[in-house]
């Protein structure tokens, strides 16, 4: 359980204890500098409240913790500003030196953690926008499967083409998210989710960098918190 973060002995801690003790709040601010972990931390939260066996141990092999660790779990939802451009570029550096499966996992997670963010819920009403950005996501995630835990990573020069292709794509994509809110819209529309039937676990919101929202999204969270 949180065995990927590093540096976060005590919130860690906390977490654990409050989890064990099904004591967890509904709700959890992670705030601090940035690059100290706060989104990883809130993912690993997710992926230990919907894990089958209860545990969360990192290597689990139930289906709900191999969907969170490729991040493509159902009862998950992500919101909000994020680097995206910066990460995968990063991510992608780290598996061209690597090539270790651990370097498969954080390329993944870089690239869902920007094509989650247009998930179908999050954009209904929208058809026109989404439309034109679907067969951009679609590619994503089919040249994805070229880097996945289960499978061998391509060759050098396969693997470079895939990389770039990928990085090319995502800066198509980006300029569509807002860049400093997160849509009023998207607020309801979770709000929304949130009271739909699950897969049988725990649902979990991530909004990252709330601290962005314009003042119509603020009261409109503020309205559903209370």
């Known amino acids: ?13 906390i977490l654990k204890k409050e989890l064990l003790a099904k004591n967890l709040p509904r709700a959890l601010l992670f705030s601090g500098p940035q690059y100290t972990g706060k989104l990883s931390t809130a993912l690993e939260t997710a992926r230990v409240l919907t894990c089958h066996e209860e ?26 500003p994020h680097d995206f451009n910066v990460e995968i570029a990063a991510a992608a550096d780290v598996l061209r030196r690597t090539r270790k499966l651990s370097a498969q996992y954080i390329f993944i997670r870089a690239v869902r953690k920007l094509t989650r963010r247009f998930d179908q819920i999050l954009w209904e009403g929208e058809d026109s926008k989404i439309r034109k950005v679907q067969p951009l996501i679609a590619e994503l995630e089919e040249r994805l499967d070229a880097f996945s835990p289960d499978s061998d990573l391509p060759e050098k020069e396969e693997l470079e083409k ?65």
């Open 1 to 13: 359980m949180f065995e990927n973060i590093i540096g976060q002995g005590i919130t860690i801690e």
């Open 55 to 80: 545990k969360g141990e990192w290597n689990c092999s139930c289906k709900a913790c191999r969907d969170q660790r490729v991040l493509s779990h159902a009862d998950t939802l992500l919101l909000g």
């Open 162 to 226: 895939g990389l770039e292709r990928i990085m090319e794509v995502s800066l198509e994509l980006i300029p569509v998210l807002s860049a400093d809110n997160i849509p009023i819209n998207q607020i309801r529309r979770a709000s929304y989710w949130s009271h739909l039937s699950t897969t049988g676990s725990n649902k979990v919101l991530i909004l990252e960098n709330a601290d962005r929202m314009h003042e119509s999204s603020r009261n409109s969270l503020l309205k559903i918190l209370e």
